[in-house]
């Protein structure tokens, strides 16, 4: 994982400048966009933040609605969510 900030930006500034000149109008669409917040993208170097357990947690959300579609109990419903939201206990490692 990328960790210097001065080799984020110069990897992102390139690609970019490549994007731009590539003749593909979405792909200069695209990086004319995101050249804009290149310093959040330059930050995540440094700060890597993921939102990927949160969306794990939405879609098993979706999920329980889906599967519980015509309950009439919401706190079965919430109590699903609650129990889903419990860690996976084998993923943490044993102290000997």
Same mark, same amino acid.
């Given at each position: 994982?990328? @960790?210097?900030k001065? #080799?984020? $930006?110069?990897?992102?500034?390139? @690609?970019?400048?490549?994007? =731009?000149?590539s003749?593909?109008?979405? #792909?200069?669409?695209?990086? $004319?966009?995101?050249?804009?917040?290149?310093?959040?993208?330059?930050?995540?170097?440094? %700060?890597?933040? !993921?939102?990927? =357990?949160?969306?794990? #947690?939405?879609?098993?959300? =979706?999920?329980? =609605? $889906?599967?519980? %579609?015509?309950?009439?109990?919401?706190? %079965?419903?919430? !109590?699903?969510? @609650? %129990?889903?939201?419990? +860690?996976? #206990? !084998? !993923?943490i +490692?044993?102290?000997?």
């Open positions: 994982m990328l @960790r210097d001065s #080799l984020a $930006r110069e990897g992102w500034t390139k @690609r970019f400048e490549t994007a =731009k000149t003749g593909i109008p979405r #792909l200069e669409r695209f990086a $004319r966009i995101k050249e804009k917040r290149i310093e959040g993208l330059i930050f995540h170097a440094s %700060y890597p933040i !993921s939102t990927s =357990k949160l969306e794990g #947690l939405n879609n098993k959300t =979706k999920v329980i =609605k $889906r599967a519980g %579609y015509g309950y009439r109990d919401d706190e %079965y419903f919430f !109590s699903m969510i @609650r %129990y889903l939201s419990i +860690p996976d #206990l !084998s !993923s +490692p044993m102290i000997p």
